[in-house]
């Protein structure tokens, strides 16, 4: 059974930087996207930034030019480096890993900015 394993997540001070990590417990085939969104307290949870097996990057438009999400195919891992954070980035972040007919999610790293 696939698991995903996420880390990094923590407290940082306004303007700081945090790097997420998630990997998979095993090989997924057919592994075409992977993703980071997030759930802040009372909100739904919303897309932060993906990225294909092509590399194609997508970002939501309040991380443009703060995150960058990476990945490593060899390591079925997937990276989201937060710079200049701000108190409204706090929240619960999940990676996904998407395949043609499911969704893989993991388990949720929380991350609070605050001074």
């Known amino acids: 059974q696939v698991r995903l394993v996420e880390s990094g997540g923590g407290l940082v001070q306004p303007g700081g930087s945090l790097r997420l990590s998630c990997a998979a417990s095993?090989?997924?085939?057919?592994?075409?996207?992977m993703g980071w969104y997030r759930q802040a307290p009372g909100k739904q949870r919303e897309l932060v930034a993906t990225?294909?097996?092509?590399?194609?990057?997508n970002y939501a438009d309040s991380v443009k030019g703060r995150f960058t999400i990476s990945r490593d195919n060899a390591k079925n891992a997937v990276y989201l480096q937060m710079n200049s954070l701000k108190p409204e980035d706090a929240a619960v972040y999940y990676c996904?890993?998407?395949?043609?007919?499911?969704?893989?999610w993991g388990q949720g790293t929380q991350v609070t900015v605050s001074s």
């Open positions: 996904k890993f998407s395949v043609p007919w499911y969704d893989y």
């Open positions: 990225i294909t097996t092509g590399g194609r990057e």
């Open positions: 095993t090989t997924i085939l057919r592994l075409n996207a």
